[in-house]
């Protein structure tokens, strides 16, 4: 063989040992690939399983938070309520915790992503190294904190039940309190001939100049009337609502006194002739409550 025909040789080997380097770089890369699919196909469910189980745990912690506002002030006791809100802020930090993993985890995967697409094309002997890397880093990805969650709904159910509960006992409470409580009907807006219906209290109003006042014979009602401070009623009918007793503001005389006498500046009035007598005119002051 002359010496073009080694050189063409020696040509010919090079290229075959460069066509050989690229194919076992490319046969390592793709087992490197391999292996990073299956790294990214496994995390990408662990991370779903992870976000479902937080977003399940957050629902819950919204109902339970729901329930803690909607009982204020309508339970009979604080307890339930203290417990629910001990329940309520542990939860919180667990969520908060597995929401911190989740963000980590998703950086972990977006650097992962850029690592296994930007290619260092130079002659080194393994261009799958980055992406095997990337693959162990995706495999190594721990949801811990995520799975710590899964209990959250089962640990807030107790509480969230017993505030429930306290919330329907103070219900029933207000309920027989309420049909307990004095009630009185304002069915109707005149004077005497109203009056002497004796079927409920009558708005007088107009015949007190403005001052607004309702008023009942003795004989009909009005000696069953609580004057006592601070007793709550119902009135029904005409000026419908729930008022606070203030108690008696004025004893008037129909012969001695005129409208203007009639005390002013209280949501409303209650006159009777107390034991049916003019000269023993009561009146008692109510506050509206809200």
Known sequence: MGTRGRL?????????????????????????????????????????????????????LDEAIAVLAASEGKVLTEQPRTDLAAAIEAATGRLSTAAQELTAAERVADASLVSTTLFDLDLDLDLGAGVRDSARTLSSVDFAAAAGVDGIATDLTTPVAAVTEAMADWQAEQDRILAARYTNNVHATGWNAELDQCIGSV???????????????????????????????????????????????????????????????HDLLYQTCQNGQSATMSFTALTRLP
């Open 203 to 265: 708005d007088v109003t107009a015949h007190y100049e403005g001052v607004p006042t309702i008023a009942e014979h003795w004989s009909c009602g009005g000696k069953d009337f609580p004057d006592d401070a601070g007793t709550i009623i119902t009135l029904t009918g005409v000026h419908a609502g729930t008022y606070r007793v203030d108690g008696i503001v004025a004893m008037l005389s129909a012969s001695r006194h005129g409208t203007a006498d009639v005390p002013r500046g």
């Open 8 to 60: 063409i040789a020696v040509a010919a080997l090079l290229v075959l040992l460069v066509l050989v380097g690229f194919a076992v770089r490319a046969v390592s890369l793709s087992v490197a690939q391999g292996e990073y699919d299956a790294a990214a196909a496994a995390f990408q469910a662990d991370q779903s399983t992870a976000v479902q189980t937080v977003t399940d745990g957050e629902s819950a």
